[in-house]
């Protein structure tokens, strides 16, 4: 097959979705597929990658998403997937490029719309609590109308694609997956650990982006909690963003420390592995690569219990309620339990998660759509 994925919100530090968007691609590449991926940058470019071929287009920056860009040049990435004569379309976007959709069924190409997030989750953090009255209908709005411009819906967990199916399409569900060689317990670090937190105190790590919908305010809200409580515990956020700079000065006076990205991916296997406990509290995660690369390091996760994280997590974690007690209370019961069976059930729920069953879930999407098309 010849595969074109189409992606916005994409970036160095962009996490998950460029964690899957490479990780497919690699996988398509080694089953022979020819693959072109086309992203925002800050120029022009294209790179010859182990995920295929790799198309950046010079895209202006999203206020206030912290770095983010969005393809607004969209006869260049018509233009491109002319010359790249595509089987199948992959639109990770709900912005400039759902018109691909249309576009692709007028030529005859299979195109699929994969759910990377949800609009009512989005929209209720990015409005102002006057307006939440009004995210129901807008959210049915826009799904109807994705609906409309795609035979085929991909969404990494049920909680992804619900507000489509109830807008009438069909929805495919494909989970994301991890990398089990290198999230692996193995990596876990008696240096790396001691570098974080004594000994005799729990590690809690949180890796996520700094923004509004991902609630690191919560995460540091259960320290608060924990320290309240007599609870000693250290937690380390990785991770940037917006918001970094006010949770700094949240955390002050707090066992909180502040990583910022760390681009260094072994170092930061290390980190989770070395953790007693991930938190990933973000209540509108449609699947959690983070959480799921922690729980592949043997370490345990506590999720908010309104995400798709359960789904995810299993019994290798807890889903707590969205406040600071209900997650202190979590990472309490947690490390309570045995520490070699916490460790083991991480591992063993993780390895459900492999990214070749992504890969042949994607794929066998396709082939089925490619029946449809012909």
Partial sequence: MRIAQVANFYGPRSGGLRTALHALGRGYVEHGDEVLLVVPGDADGELRTR???VMTLHSPLLVGSGGYRVITRLAAVTDALERFAPDVIEVSDRTTLASLGPWARERGIAAAFIAHERVDGVLASALPAVAHGRIDGLARAHAAWIARRFDTIVATTAYAGAELAAAGATVETVPLGVDLDRYHPRHASAATRRRHAPDDVPLVVMASRLSREKRPDLAIGAARELAARGRLVRLV???????????RRAAAGLPVELLGFVSDRDAFASLLASADVAIAPGPIETFGLAALEALACGTPVVANAASALPEVVGDAGIAAAGDPGAFADAIETVLARDGRSRRLEARARAVLFPWSASVAGMRAV?????????
């Fill in 237 to 247: 956020i990785a991770g940037s963003g917006p918001l970094a700079r006010p949770l």
């Fill in 51 to 53: 995920h295929g071929r």
């Fill in 366 to 374: 396709h082939a089925r759509s490619l029946t449809g098309v012909r």
